[in-house]
């Protein structure tokens, strides 16, 4: 099972574009990559998922280079309230699913 | 569409009882995953349910179990309640295709459970 690595915390200001990169040496070539937001004492909302190159949604983009080992979650002018913590998974979809401990986004006024 | 419920969503127990917390699934869903998240720490893997019979788990012991219904709701009884089992308890749905592959995890917004 892929584990991934992610900052711990970030900081970055209201309006601004946040970049959170992740690393996943090991993953298979079945695996996807998908992205959680989660708010304290609330379940992880799904954000993007993607397998290779770049993804796009309403919300987020996802740049995943051709190695695959690594993803960068990009985040347009962020406001205050996606103020949370991200978390990076790698897989084939819920089974044994791996959480590590995410990146702490604080954005500030 | 429906989203995935739990319930209840906050609980107090007391050392050595037991609990049984519910999720209902998303509409079309198969699969059901239970996590648990201590507080400042991600969600920790517990159990996967596919068609009423576990898929998988986690290093949880044999006092976390679950079960799956015909409607692919589920619930997940712990007994002989210990202080550590302090967290909140997600549930996540999915739909699992032929071949193994699940689509992505939806999760609901989780219990609250506190032993003392």
């Known amino acids: 099972l892929a584990k991934t690595t992610q900052p711990i915390s970030m900081d970055s200001y209201e309006g601004q574009e946040v970049n959170i990169t992740c690393s996943h040496n090991?993953?298979?070539?079945?695996?996807?990559i998908t992205w959680y937001q989660q708010f304290p004492s609330q379940g992880p909302r799904f954000i993007i998922q993607?397998?290779?190159t770049k993804v796009t949604n309403e919300v987020a983009s996802l740049f995943i280079p051709a190695d695959r080992k690594s993803s960068t979650l990009s985040l347009p002018r962020v406001s205050l309230s996606d103020t949370a913590v991200y978390y990076c998974?790698?897989?084939?979809?819920?089974?044994?699913?791996?959480f590590g401990a995410g990146t702490r986004l604080f954005v500030k006024a | 569409e429906t989203g995935v419920t739990q319930s209840p969503t906050h609980l107090i127990k007391t050392r050595g009882q037991q609990v049984t917390l519910r999720c209902s699934s998303q509409?079309?869903?198969?699969?059901v995953s239970w996590y648990q998240q201590a507080l400042g720490q991600g969600p920790q893997f517990i159990f996967q349910?596919?068609?009423?019979?576990?898929?998988g788990r986690g290093n949880f012991p044999p006092r976390f179990s679950g079960l799956q219904f015909p409607n692919y709701s589920s619930e997940l009884n712990v007994n002989a309640l210990e202080l550590d089992d302090s967290a909140l308890y997600l549930c996540?749905?999915?739909?699992?295709?032929?071949?193994?592959?699940?689509?992505?995890?939806?999760f609901g917004p989780g219990t609250r459970l506190t032993v003392l």
């Open positions: 998974l790698v897989g084939t979809g819920g089974f044994k699913t791996i």
């Open positions: 996540a749905s999915s739909l699992r295709r032929p071949g193994g592959v699940s689509d992505t995890q939806y």
């Open positions: 349910y596919y068609r009423e019979e576990e898929n």
């Open positions: 509409s079309g869903h198969n699969t």
């Open positions: 993607g397998y290779k």
């Open positions: 090991n993953i298979a070539t079945n695996d996807y």
